[in-house]
C-alpha cells in the first residue's frame, strides 16, 4: 500500500462550489503539506503543518484552507471555487527528525482538480 | 521570494545519450534535492545534497551541490526510456543543526523525452 495517499485522484466541480481534497499517511510523520502544481511554474506550497496544532501558509494560500485532523490526516479545501484553481494538487510529508533525515519530502500521487 | 531557475525546460534525446540540466538560484541554499515525476504521478526524490561542493551518485544519476550553494546539477548517464519524466530541483533551508524549516523552493522542471 501507498504510504501517502490522496482522495480524489480526479474531480471536476463547478465555479462556487465548496471542495474538498485529502491526504492521509501511514509514514508516521509529522510535517505534512499542500503543493500546487502548474504546467511551467513547478510546485508552489499552499499550506503546511508541522504538527496537529501547527498550521503555517505558504506560499499561495488565498482562496484555499486546510484542516490538520490526526497526525496522519490532512485536508485541503477551496470554500469557492474559481477555473484559476485547476490544477494537479500534491500531499507531501516529512520527519520531523533532527537533522538531515528531515529534509525530504514525500509526495503523493496528486488529485488532478478542474474547475469549470 | 526565493526562485529557482531550472534549465532547459526540455530536452529531446536519443536513448544512450548523456543528460545534464541545472538550476539556479538568487538565493543560498542548504541542501538541494532533485526529484522525478512521472506521468500522473507524484514526484519522487532520487538525489539529496547536503553540503557544497558535494557530489553524490544514485546509479547512472550523479548530482553536485554547487559551491556558492547557489545551483545544483544532474546528470543522467546512458539515458535509457524510462528516464522519460519531469525533473525537478528543489533547494531547502536547514539551521546549523541540519534540522529542515521544512519548506522547499521547486524550479519549473526539466520535461526529458528519451527516443528509443
Known amino acids: 500500500d501507498a504510504d501517502v495517499t490522496q482522495t480524489p485522484r480526479n474531480r471536476i466541480t463547478k465555479t462556487g462550489k465548496r471542495i474538498m481534497l485529502e491526504c492521509s499517511q501511514t509514514?508516521?510523520?509529522?510535517?505534512m503539506y499542500w503543493y500546487r502544481q502548474d504546467p511551467g511554474l513547478g510546485l508552489r506550497l499552499i499550506y503546511y503543518?508541522?504538527?496537529?496544532?501547527?498550521?503555517n501558509k505558504g506560499e499561495i494560500s488565498d482562496g484555499y484552507s486546510v484542516s490538520r485532523q490526526a497526525q496522519a490526516k490532512f485536508s485541503l479545501s477551496l470554500e469557492s471555487a474559481i477555473p484559476n484553481q485547476t490544477a494537479l494538487y500534491f500531499c507531501?510529508?516529512?520527519?520531523?527528525?533532527?537533522?538531515?533525515?528531515?529534509?525530504?519530502?514525500?509526495f503523493g500521487p496528486g488529485t488532478r482538480l478542474t474547475v469549470t | 521570494g526565493q526562485q529557482l531557475n531550472q534549465s532547459p525546460q526540455s530536452m529531446f534525446i536519443q536513448e544512450g545519450e548523456d543528460v545534464s540540466m541545472n538550476c539556479t538560484s538568487s538565493?543560498?541554499?542548504?541542501?538541494w534535492l532533485w526529484y522525478k515525476q512521472d506521468p500522473g504521478e507524484g514526484p519522487v526524490l532520487l538525489i539529496a545534497l547536503y553540503k557544497a561542493g558535494e557530489l553524490t551518485s544514485n546509479g547512472r544519476l550523479t548530482a553536485q551541490f554547487g559551491i556558492t550553494r547557489k545551483d545544483s546539477f544532474l546528470n543522467i548517464s546512458a539515458s535509457i526510456p524510462s528516464d522519460v519524466g519531469i525533473y525537478f530541483c528543489?533547494?531547502?533551508?536547514?539551521?546549523?543543526?541540519?534540522?529542515?524549516?521544512?519548506?522547499?523552493?521547486f524550479g519549473q522542471g526539466t520535461i526529458l523525452t528519451v527516443h528509443p
Open positions: 503543518s508541522f504538527d496537529v496544532k501547527d498550521i
Open positions: 507531501a510529508t516529512s520527519d520531523l527528525a533532527m537533522g538531515l533525515a528531515g529534509v525530504k519530502q514525500y
Open positions: 528543489a533547494g531547502q533551508i536547514t539551521n546549523a543543526g541540519g534540522t529542515s524549516y521544512g519548506k522547499l523552493t
Open positions: 538565493s543560498i541554499f542548504n541542501t
Open positions: 509514514k508516521g510523520h509529522d510535517r
